[in-house]
């Protein structure tokens, strides 16, 4: 009797630990897919305001906005702001 509920026990176990590997490569399938979905070729893909195509907005490319890039200085510092400085 304690021989066959050890091996229902042990059974049980081995089932709960071949599912239990089968979702965890499920997950990890479905995690991978999305990465691959989500992922950004450089080569192919264009940024607007991306005039040199070299993946990024830089300061001088018309994409860059002052407003909320780099330190938020958009231009030349007027003349009277030098003045009382």
Do not use: Q
Request: include cysteine; hydrophobic fraction near 40%.
């Amino acid at each position: 009797m304690i021989r066959r509920a050890w091996n229902r026990t042990a059974a049980i176990a081995t089932m709960l630990l071949i599912v239990g590997l089968v979702l965890l490569a499920a997950l990890a399938m479905g995690s991978a897919l999305d990465d691959s979905a989500n992922a950004v070729d450089r080569n192919s893909a264009h940024l607007t305001g991306d005039d040199n195509g070299d993946g990024r907005i830089d300061e001088d490319e018309s994409g860059w906005d002052c407003r909320t890039m780099g330190n938020h200085v958009c231009g030349p510092v007027p003349a009277e702001r030098r003045a009382h400085h």
